[in-house]
T-cell receptor
């Protein structure tokens, strides 16, 4: 089955540690995205990538980093510089960035204490 | 800039009631419009879409019509079920590089 996988489902880290969230897609989509969702709120865009080896900052990129070395993979690193990292993180992909629907992974819930 | 505004929640309905969740948008071009649904602890699932004015998207009994004159894309369902309890997001994608999501409307259906 084609789709997007995110792992792990739940992640716990101590404050001050960097952590990397995995996102893999086998839909052959060019574009990939990372969103952050806080309780009772909408989605905020962290980073997006339209093509391999290229990515752009979204609305809340500070404290996060990404890489896009392969078309199917778009890992997100939450660094110790991110002030409030505890949140639900969603990865998505789409065929392109103009008028195409986005498909979402199941999400990773990160808790930092 | 582009944006999506959807009705505040939460919405609580009895089973078999009629559902409307309002969504209006602001866009400079001719966007595509979407409704997504999110069940607790899960990612978003595409519910339906419409890519041009007067298009009607439909899926699983849900419908929404792309109204350019009123810049709206309201979600409707004639008879809701308990299993429809979720958060619903309206979204648009235009000629730019991003999606714009509404803040979500939580729906609870009680038996």
């Amino acid at each position: 089955d084609g789709g997007i996988t995110q792992s792990p489902k739940y992640l716990f880290r101590k404050e001050g540690q960097n952590v990397t969230l995995s996102c893999e897609q086998n839909l052959n989509h060019d574009a990939m995205y990372w969103y952050r969702q806080d309780p009772g709120q909408g989605l905020r865009l962290i980073y997006y990538s339209q093509i391999v080896n290229d990515f752009q900052k979204g609305d809340i990129a500070e404290g996060y980093s990404v890489s896009r070395e392969k078309k199917e993979s778009f890992p997100l690193t939450v660094t110790s510089a991110q002030k409030n990292p505890t949140a639900f993180y969603l990865c998505a992909s789409s065929m392109g960035t103009v008028s195409y629907e986005q498909y979402f992974g199941p999400g990773t819930r990160l808790t930092v204490t | 800039g582009d944006s999506v505004t959807q009705m505040e929640g939460p919405v609580t309905l009895s089973e078999e009631a009629f559902l409307t969740i309002n969504c209006t948008y602001t866009a400079t071009g001719y966007p595509s419009l979407f409704w997504y649904v999110q069940y607790p602890g899960e990612g978003l699932q595409l519910l339906l879409k419409a890519t041009k004015a007067d298009d009607k998207g439909s899926n699983k009994g849900f419908e929404a019509t792309y109204r350019k004159e009123t810049t709206s894309f309201h979600l409707e369902k004639g008879s809701v079920q308990v299993s429809d309890s979720a958060v619903y997001f309206c979204a648009l994608s235009d000629t730019g590089n991003q999606f714009y999501f509404g803040t979500g409307t939580s729906l609870t259906v009680i038996p």
